[in-house]
């Protein structure tokens, strides 16, 4: 099951169907009575048959025969043996369902036989948890499913926990050792709770990062993982590259992808300093693509990078309303080379290697800026940054008079775009009157359409993936979103490109921008000529960006006029009208309708975690009630001691006494607790009345209280009145009250 969930490629449950009849063969061949040689011959005879009959489920045509789909198999499996003998990426995915097949097929072989026939637990369950380890390992999506390897561990513990005591209660009985009657109940609850406490300690426990990139680094460096054959082996595997620590965020392309990235890693800090015109939100860009081809993003210029030392101007196209900003980026990746930016980098005070095309005039159109050597963990650089904040008046003046070299690059299109793209792209574009308010209505059509969505299935046989996605789907992340919108804009004669990084990320306690992987974003740059590359946001669970009108108007004025342009784009994204409020009213509900549609999944998955929490407690605070498994605990914790002889630490005697003490009796210990609070330590001979005497001379205040709490305590013990509980405790809150303020005021007067 943990196999299927990674979602890796098709028919991963086939391997779940190998291992449940690997484990009722193994079973049978534990109980029969076959030596190891006949016992190897039946699991050989049996794979053959059984492995190819079972790969051939991944042809659901019923017009081929089983011969047929045996040739079949045969053929794709000696296709990817000849592509791997010459080293070429072997699409196929076939290769990879086949020793998924093999491998859960000989552990559930293997499980079944040692349960039965060696009685061996430890053999049984090895195998299956390593293979749980590795694939934990390798899915992107650990985090999301950390809690479910938690709950295999608790059962694992458990089961051998209850075979131990199996165990030992056969050997009890051989060395006539007695067990107390209730003594299976107390052993099982304190097993359970100290597995249960043993995996929250273990999951919440705090580990360095150095610790983890040591080990990180030495499974990076085992030949497994550095061998170029073995990547092209299981190409065919629908896996996007996950940040592993190396450095590189990004690679040369970009596929659409079935996963978007997940995780809590710090990735970067970033300190920005004050501006005096800030853009609405930032975003921290680590390469650029223009050219989109067959679902993947690559760039049409194959350059050498161009290296610059540290402190020297990048010769980028510069634009005058921009403003020069010091940003500090803090790196917390061990092993960084592709460097994260901001918008327009000029300097940088790192030797870099900038991947770029050179423009006409010189200028570099940039697309990843690479350091020399790799980054250490806590590494600082900065740069500068050309920062722009346009107007939605300056961007809708732009005009259309672009460079030649923005359309020559940035207006490519698939040439087999279906039709269906390019008649959404009219209908969007149907009367606009600048470029702006296309990518405005764009983005508008995107963030009310396509709900957002972590993971995106692979798009039907023959079926444009865009296309899919758009119009039948749509449901999907940044990729799919941007990509749309990029297409769309191209297909309306908008030159626009796709840029990966990352999200703003949260503001920390100083101010600093704390970046995490869970950050790492797709997003689109829109052209405007004399202002250069502006971004738009069409991905749902990103916050919508609003910028400042520019109108010569007052700043009340500028509020309506910015809350106009918000409940427009609100209406055209949720498709239902606001209610008719006043402006400030306004901007709240629409606000808070965009936080709840971002952020309700979380709510609604930390409230179910806070429900459950609450429920165990409730749980536990009841059986106690009912069982007092408490009390039972502590006694068997005392027999033990007893039985090998050793002193019982005093600590649980004390606390084995109060536990065994009536209600009544425990509401009298408040006299104890206030005779200490008042500086009083008294002689453990004291009687009852003793100790309320002395009481009664520090608070005589009291006496009456004192001496009604002393009454409740001897009715209990000396007559068949069983007391009032509810008022001795109400007594005994009273008087240790009384007691503490009395000790403050000492204090106080000193």
Not at 167 to 179: D, F, P, T, V
């Amino acid at each position: 099951m943990r196999l299927v969930m990674t979602k890796w490629t098709p028919y991963l449950g086939l391997a779940e169907v190998a291992l449940f009849w690997g484990i009722l063969l193994g079973f049978a061949l534990g109980y029969s009575t076959f030596n190891r040689f006949s016992i190897i011959t039946l699991t050989l005879g049996y794979s053959l048959f059984f492995t190819p009959w079972l790969l051939t489920n991944i042809f659901n045509d019923a017009l081929y025969t089983n011969l047929e789909k045996f040739i079949e198999i045969s053929e794709r499996l000696k296709l990817t043996q000849e592509l791997y003998i010459a080293q070429d990426p072997i699409e196929d995915p076939l290769i990879f369902i086949l020793l998924a097949i093999l491998l859960f097929w000989i552990i559930g072989i293997y499980a079944g036989y040692a349960f039965l026939r060696k009685k061996n637990i430890f053999a049984a369950l090895l195998p299956s948890t390593l293979a749980i380890l590795a694939i934990q390992h390798y899915d992107n999506r650990s985090a999301s499913s950390l809690w479910i390897l938690g709950f295999y561990f608790f059962f694992l513990f458990l089961l051998l926990a209850r075979l131990d005591h199996l165990q030992n209660q056969k050997r009890w009985e051989r060395e006539k050792i007695i067990a107390l009657p209730d003594g299976k109940l107390d052993i099982s609850i304190i097993t359970f709770i100290a597995i249960a406490s043993l995996l929250l300690l273990a999951w919440n426990i705090p580990s360095t990062r150095t610790e983890w990139q040591a080990v990180s680094r030495w499974w990076q460096e085992l030949p497994i993982n550095n061998n170029e054959k073995f990547d092209n082996f299981f190409s065919g595997l629908d896996n996007p590259n996950q940040f592993e620590n190396v450095g590189v965020f990004y690679g040369e392309e970009l596929a659409l992808g079935n996963r978007s990235y997940q995780g809590e890693e710090e990735i970067v800090v970033v300190h920005v300093p004050k501006m005096e015109t800030r853009p609405p939100r930032f975003y921290w860009r680590v390469r650029s693509y223009d050219t989109y081809l067959n679902g993947s993003w690559q760039n049409s210029s194959k350059e050498n990078p161009t290296d610059f030392s540290a402190q020297t101007a990048l010769p980028i196209p510069f634009f005058p309303h921009s403003e020069l900003v010091a940003i500090t980026f803090t790196n917390q990746s061990d092993g960084l080379t592709n460097l994260i930016t901001s918008q327009q980098p000029i300097l940088l005070d790192l030797d870099i290697e900038a991947y770029h095309t050179t423009l006409p005039e010189g200028e570099l159109d940039l697309n990843l800026v690479r350091t020399k050597e790799p980054l250490p963990e806590e590494e600082r650089y900065t740069l500068r940054s050309a920062l722009n904040a346009p107007t939605v008046k300056e961007l809708r003046e732009a005009g259309t008079k672009y460079p030649d070299w923005v359309l020559d690059r940035y207006l490519q299109l698939p040439a087999n775009l279906p039709e269906s793209i390019k008649a959404l792209a009219t209908q969007l574009s149907d009367g606009k009157e600048t470029p702006y308010d296309v990518a405005r209505s764009i983005t508008n059509h995107l963030r009310g359409k396509i709900e957002y969505s972590t993971e995106v299935p692979a798009p039907p046989a023959g079926r444009d993936a865009l296309e899919w996605f758009i119009f039948t789907h749509q449901k999907g992340y940044c990729n799919y979103s941007a990509t749309a919108q990029v297409v769309l804009l191209r297909a309306s004669g908008i030159p626009s490109r796709l840029v990966v990084g990352f999200a703003q990320g949260e503001l920390n306690e100083i101010g600093n921008y704390v970046v995490r992987t869970e950050n790492s974003h797709a997003w689109v740059e829109v052209y405007f000529p004399e202002i250069g590359w502006v971004e738009f946001e069409p991905t749902l669970n990103q916050t919508r960006i609003l910028r400042p009108s520019g109108e010569e108007i007052n700043e009340e004025e500028e509020d309506l006029f910015d809350l106009k342009q918000l409940r427009e784009d609100f209406i055209e994204e949720a498709n239902i009208p606001l209610p008719e409020r006043g402006g400030a009213e306004e901007k709240v509900v629409a606000m808070l309708w965009d936080m709840l549609k971002v952020k309700g999944r979380k709510f609604f998955f930390w409230g179910i975690i806070a429900l459950l929490a609450v429920g165990v407690l409730f749980a536990l605070w009841h059986f106690n009630r009912e069982q007092a498994w408490v009390t039972r605990a502590l006694r068997s914790i005392i027999q033990i001691y007893e039985k090998n002889n050793r002193d019982v630490p005093a600590w649980i005697v004390r606390w084995a006494r109060w536990r065994n003490t009536n209600p009544i009796a425990r509401a009298f210990y408040g006299v104890n607790t206030s005779l200490r609070l008042l500086g009083e330590e008294t002689p453990s001979h004291f009687t009852p009345q003793e100790r309320v005497d002395l009481l009664i001379k520090l608070l005589p205040e009291y006496e009456e209280e004192i001496k009604a709490l002393l009454t409740e305590h001897q009715q209990s013990f000396y007559t068949q009145n069983e007391g009032d509980l509810e008022t001795a405790q109400e007594l005994s809150r009273s008087i240790r009250w009384q007691a503490f303020k009395k000790k403050l005021k000492r204090e106080d007067y000193g």
